[in-house]
């Protein structure tokens, strides 16, 4: 027995001296003896499922430790987990940006940040606990809105993974990230990819998916995916009601800008005091129309368009795209190809499949649009178009175009000096605005940060 | 501690709006024991207080090691070598200060020998990284007692959970889908005097426009009747022909051109589904048909009183139907009409819970209890949701391991596809008995990982003879598990952490529906699947 064990004990021995060497340059930044063993395992070791890529060696942990820079795209539900996530995967050059500030109603999931931290700035805070608890960890944080950055600085990340609510916020990245690529010769530039991960969460549901700009599928060749929100028709909300929500929006949309109740202020779904005005109206509103059901639950979710959310769910996929960004900076493993759904509504339901590119894709087939309107259609034609075509969903898009030379504003909405006067615009028609057939006109949304080119052909 | 309501109904407002306000009661007077302060275990309990459960107990004899501070955020590197339960309960508990946090510095193994009751008092028990061993021992005790145990265990890239329950009713299990409850197949007598007040060939456009589709569909199908020998519209011949009547009953302008009405155009679309025989759904027919349902006793769970009396109600007052719903879905109408007809469905809802409520009393009276000890309001409750009942009945472990009872057809059927992950669950079990033998892991350490491979394999098919499975496991995973050296990288417990989670609150609140019983997640291709063990 005594001879037996010797060699086993002499191979340990060797073995953690190994190991110990190879942590030398981790316990200079906070490490310690083991800390990364059950990452190394997955660096160093080879395997059978491994990326055709990739060579085990200990260099890989040094490359996520010192070098690999991740920005993460959000700083809530999603964001939180995710910089959890990687950092206890071995990233440190870590960028956080959020727009927003921390509210009550977050502390349910969004674990960075306690009750203390109400009104400050989400990414702030989150950076400095990830920075305590990880020792090491540099997560740089950034209080702002991502169009506040220009491609100099999303040029600098490895992988973006993102945590975002909104799909005009998805679309902008997604659209900028498909800007830096570089093509020679028509042929992609491997190296200006940036991949993208995106994830989303909604009650019991979520979605994880792996976006390789350029190669595979973008947000905007699945906008289906995301259907339009849909809104009450007016003529319900205003004699017709029949549900609870119809007389909130009546008192939301009608009484409010009416009664400017609190002087000329737009309606907060953040002040409580605008909520339980808008309950109180609704529930008289009901009242009139014997409609049960108005609580001021009910009335802060519908003014705030409130999405039910929990801890759970947001921990599921930011747990799966946290291991795709692994797998996609080591080549560990294949990455997701690329969309995985998620539901523990009955039981635990998952699908993977693989998202299809769209050959005429506006965000990433560089395909010029083709449109096709009679010279007798009226620009608000073209207006309603972009805003209600499923696959282009813009938001407020601007229309200019090249005149006689000259760079015209055909319509544009967000500037109110530049709408009224491009207003009578919209009641003219393609021909009497100086159009001709194949006339290319550019498109600016929020939905994309670059503009977007459109050919008009003329139908009979 | 100290939270108002008020401040909690904010920080909770959007979970409440998923369970409701007495599902989160449920929460909060939940007490979660976790054995085994993993990252796995950790990222479960984070999933758990931060909604607010009331207490929780970490049971772990382990210290806290170098590698555990590494892929823990509750542990951190000055919690080295101390008892790993206080460590991560101080952290977790600063998650929440509703929640309250205890530790006990004990293996489970230990408590078992000395004090099994000790988990009596859970109402969940979570086993995190448990060894097979301690997993079946456990899995009895708890059995015994009723308590809830939900095993869970990320080894590598692989995720496991296994539900252990003998039965778990839900009787709010909030359908993503469900068929609306109509009965326009047979209309209960409120609803055929209410339509009788519609007179759609007299009506004023205004009103012809702003008839609920509901109505229309009805009053065409009663004509629909008399012409066809009581005889509803059966195949699509017969359907389109329907549409067609209903179509022809849009009021057309001067010049014999049909105007727009939007609500004739809702009941064309909807009359396939408003077809539909009303019908009870399977599901509930085998709980009427189940011996709890048949036998009721003083011992009884309110759950099945009340499914008793519904059955009760089904064969009498029901005449064969279950308690009407009592809800419409919107659709298009002024809102006089449509009020007026969902309160005809509500009323409707009423007067059948009200018969149901009458069987209850008798049920219980039957076994010597007071008839108030079920609620009007649950008896509402519980008929609301009659068609949508469920109740979820787990296989013991023991069951489960017995070389008799084992579930070989599930397992080699599934090994048909030699990828399945079904593989990982074969692999799991191997391993376990690795452990048993070897009392150490696979490829743990670098040097060792060639070197077990043999010996992993001597476990997979020592595995495969006792239970006499036929089925084949490529060598590729059985190199892939001595790869992993039991490793439990973060990424792989947090997605654990979210869904094991999420599984005990169901068990907590009895709202949406568990598992059951075992569940793999493989994150190289972000695949999962569900098996009946």
Same mark, same amino acid.
């Given at each position: 027995m005594a001879d037996a064990e010797e060699p086993e004990k002499k191979r340990r021995r060797i073995e953690d001296l190994t190991e110990k060497m190879a942590v030398e340059s981790g316990h200079r930044d906070g490490g310690w003896d083991g800390r990364w063993n059950h990452v190394r395992k997955f660096l160093e070791r080879p395997g059978p499922f491994t990326h055709p890529d990739f060579e085990p060696s200990t260099e890989s942990l040094q490359f996520l430790l010192e070098t690999c820079k991740i920005l993460v795209i959000g700083a809530g539900g999603l964001g939180c987990e995710l910089l959890k996530n990687l950092a206890l995967s071995g990233f440190r050059l870590i960028h956080v940006v959020d727009m927003d500030t921390i509210d009550v109603s977050n502390l349910n999931r969004q674990f960075l940040f306690r009750p203390k931290d109400v009104g400050r700035p989400k990414a702030e805070v989150a950076a400095d606990f990830i920075n305590n608890r990880i020792p090491g960890c540099k997560v740089v944080p950034h209080f702002k809105k991502i169009q506040d950055f220009d491609e100099s600085f999303y040029r600098q990340f490895h992988i973006i993974v993102c945590g975002l609510d909104s799909i005009i916020a998805r679309r902008w990245i997604n659209g900028m990230l498909i800007s830096v690529l570089s093509y020679e010769d028509g042929v992609l530039d491997p190296s200006s990819i940036i991949p993208l991960i995106d994830g989303g969460t909604e009650g019991f549901k979520g979605n994880a998916r792996v976006i390789l700009p350029g190669m595979t599928a973008c947000i905007d060749c699945t906008l289906e995916l995301y259907p339009p929100q849909i809104n009450f028709p007016m003529c319900t909300i205003a004699s017709m009601p029949r549900l609870p929500e119809h007389c909130i929006e009546y008192a939301r949309i009608l009484q409010w800008p009416k009664e400017q109740p609190f002087g000329e202020t737009s309606l907060d779904g953040d002040n409580p005091e605008h909520i339980q005005w808008v309950f109180e109206r609704s529930k008289d509103r009901a009242s009139q129309f014997n409609i049960p059901g108005v609580t001021y639950r009910l009335t802060q979710g519908v003014v705030k368009r409130i999405i039910p959310a929990v801890a759970s769910t947001n921990a599921v996929i930011a747990a799966a795209c946290a291991t795709e960004v692994f797998k996609i900076a080591t080549s560990a493993y294949i990455p997701l190809n690329n969309y995985l759904v998620f539901n523990d509504v009955d039981g635990l339901y998952t699908y993977t499949f693989e998202a299809e590119r769209k050959e005429n894709c506006t965000a990433c087939s560089q395909v010029p649009q083709d449109l096709q309107f009679p010279p007798s259609a009226k620009l608000q034609e073209v207006l309603e178009y972009l805003t209600e075509n499923a696959s282009l969903q813009m938001k407020s898009p601007a229309i200019t175009t090249t005149l006689e030379g000259k760079n015209k504003t055909l319509y544009l909405q967000s500037v109110k000096s530049i709408e009224e006067r491009t207003r009578p615009n919209l009641c003219k028609t393609l021909k009497e605005l100086g159009l001709s057939d194949g006339q290319e006109i550019a498109v600016a949304d929020v939905t994309t940060p670059q503009t977007v080119l459109f050919k008009i052909n003329f139908t009979a | 501690m100290a939270a108002t309501k008020d401040s909690k109904e904010q920080k909770y407002d959007r979970q409440l709006r998923l369970w409701g306000d007495h599902g989160q009661e449920a929460l909060e007077n939940a007490h979660v024991c976790l054995i085994n302060a993993t990252a796995t275990g950790t990222e479960i309990l984070k999933n758990l207080v931060l909604p607010g459960i009331g207490a929780f107990t970490i049971v772990d004899g382990h210290s806290v090691s170098g590698e555990d501070a590494g892929n823990n955020f509750f542990l951190s590197v000055d919690s080295i070598g101390k008892n790993r339960a206080q460590a991560a309960t101080e952290l977790l508990q600063e998650l929440n200060s509703d929640v309250s946090g205890n530790f006990v510095e004990e293996s489970p193994d230990k408590l078992l020998d000395n004090d099994p009751e000790f988990f009596h008092r859970f109402t969940i028990v979570i086993g995190v990284q448990l060894p097979e061993s301690t997993c079946l021992r456990l899995g009895s005790v708890l059995w015994s007692a009723s308590v809830p145990f939900l095993i869970c265990k990320t080894y590598g890239l692989i995720g496991y959970m296994r539900l252990v329950v003998q039965e778990h009713s839900v009787i709010e299990s909030h359908p993503d889908n469900a068929l609306e409850d109509l009965r326009l197949d047979q209309p209960f007598d409120d609803f055929k005097n209410h339509i009788k007040s519609y007179d759609l060939a007299s009506m004023e456009k205004k009103d012809h426009s702003h008839t609920p589709w509901v109505i229309i569909v009805a009053k065409f199908l009663e004509r629909w009747l008399s012409e066809h020998n009581n005889q509803p519209p059966k195949n699509y011949k017969e359907k389109e022909a329907f549409r067609q009547m209903i179509r022809e009953g849009i009021i057309k302008n001067e010049n014999g051109v049909p105007e727009d009405e939007e609500n004739f155009d809702e009941a064309i679309k909807n009359v396939n589904t408003a077809l539909n025989p009303t019908k009870i759904p399977s599901t509930v027919e085998d709980l009427f048909n189940s011996e709890q349902c048949n036998n009721i006793t003083a011992q009884s769970s309110v759950f099945w009183v009340m499914l008793r009396a519904v059955k009760e109600f089904v064969h009498n007052e029901g005449n064969g139907s279950l308690p009407v719903r009592g809800t419409?879905?919107?659709? !298009? #109408?002024?809102?006089?009409?449509?009020?007026?007809?969902?309160?005809?469905?509500?009323?409707?809802?009423?007067?059948?819970? #009200? #018969?149901?409520?009458?069987?209850?009393?008798?049920?219980?009276?039957?076994?010597?209890?007071?008839?108030?000890? !079920?609620?009007?309001?649950?008896?509402?409750?519980?008929?609301?949701?009659?068609?949508?009942?469920?109740?979820?009945?787990?296989?013991?472990?023991?069951?489960?391991?017995?070389?008799?009872? !084992?579930?070989?057809?599930?397992?080699?059927?599934?090994?048909?596809?030699?990828?399945?992950?079904?593989?990982?669950?074969?692999?799991?079990?191997a391993v376990d008995r690795f452990y048993q033998q070897h009392s150490r892991y696979p490829g743990v350490y670098n040097y060792q990982v060639e070197e077990d491979i043999s010996k992993l394999k001597l476990c997979v098919n020592s595995l495969l003879q006792e239970y006499s499975f036929n089925v084949n496991i490529k060598d590729d995973y059985i190199h892939e598990f001595c790869r992993y050296g039991a490793a439990e990288p973060h990424t792989v417990s947090a997605f654990l952490g979210g869904s094991a989670a999420q599984e005990a609150i169901k068990i907590i609140s009895h709202q949406f529906v568990p598992f059951n019983n075992t569940f793999i997640y493989n994150a190289m291709s972000q695949t999962s699947a569900t098996f009946q063990l």
């Open positions: - | 419409i879905p919107d659709m !298009i #109408a002024d809102s006089q009409k449509f009020i007026n007809l969902q309160n005809v469905y509500r009323e409707k809802a009423m007067q059948d819970s #009200a #018969a149901v409520s009458k069987h209850v009393e008798c049920l219980l009276q039957s076994v010597g209890k007071p008839p108030e000890s !079920i609620s009007e309001k649950d008896i509402k409750l519980f008929c609301k949701n009659a068609s949508f009942l469920r109740v979820v009945r787990c296989r013991s472990l023991a069951e489960e391991y017995n070389v008799d009872s !084992i579930n070989k057809d599930e397992i080699t059927s599934c090994m048909d596809s030699p990828d399945s992950e079904m593989v990982f669950y074969l692999m799991l079990r």
